[in-house]
């Protein structure tokens, strides 16, 4: 388990790194959510695919925390969201089957044992207008989910599946601690799921 606090007025993202070997001298030491081969990451983005928790801290006690879980880079591994004192409106929930054992090959990342460790967006994958909700494709009205998002989404409900997901699904609940479980132990309800 890991603890940190953070300034009240934080923004960030907050991911998990598998398969790690950080004896690689400065070569990818992370099979998925690497920092260039780095222990600590200090301020550098895991590279993607990697399931991510973003967090905007307002400021003001008094206000609302926002936070999402987001597969619009990919998924690497499941996880829930909630607060202390727990609040079921305060939660996102975790997956309800793994989208690693559902990834069509064309967006799996696979280990050097062949396994899927993660499982790529369709941006991420394919670098597509359409996919990645940019340019003429920038607006809600314009970009629609995938067949690749649609995936996620059904595994995942409670997470941000592509760019523009609709309802957003982003939480906001005036907190002072929050709790980030990756591998949530009571996830998974078909055989699908790990």
Do not use: H
């Amino acid at each position: 388990m890991q603890r940190f606090e953070a300034p009240w007025t934080w923004n960030g993202r907050i991911w998990a790194r598998t398969g790690c070997n950080f004896n690689s001298n400065w070569q990818p030491a992370c099979e998925t959510g690497d920092c260039d081969g780095r222990l600590q990451c200090n301020g550098l983005i895991g590279i993607p695919p990697a399931t991510l928790v973003q967090v905007a801290l307002q400021g003001d006690k008094g206000k609302p925390n926002f936070y999402d879980v987001s597969l619009v880079d990919g998924y690497n591994l499941p996880v829930s969201v909630t607060t202390r004192p727990f609040s079921p409106k305060c939660t996102i929930g975790s997956c309800s089957k793994n989208p690693n054992n559902l990834c069509p090959q064309e967006v799996q990342v696979v280990n050097k044992n062949g396994e899927v460790v993660a499982c790529k967006s369709a941006c991420l994958a394919f670098d597509i207008d359409s996919f990645c909700c940019r340019n003429e494709f920038g607006t809600p009205e314009k970009c629609k989910p995938s067949v690749y998002s649609k995936m996620f989404k059904d595994a995942c409900p409670s997470y941000y599946s592509y760019a523009f997901n609709m309802p957003p699904p982003l939480v906001n609940c005036a907190s002072k601690d929050y709790v980030i479980i990756f591998c949530p132990s009571a996830w998974g309800t078909d055989q699908d799921s790990i």
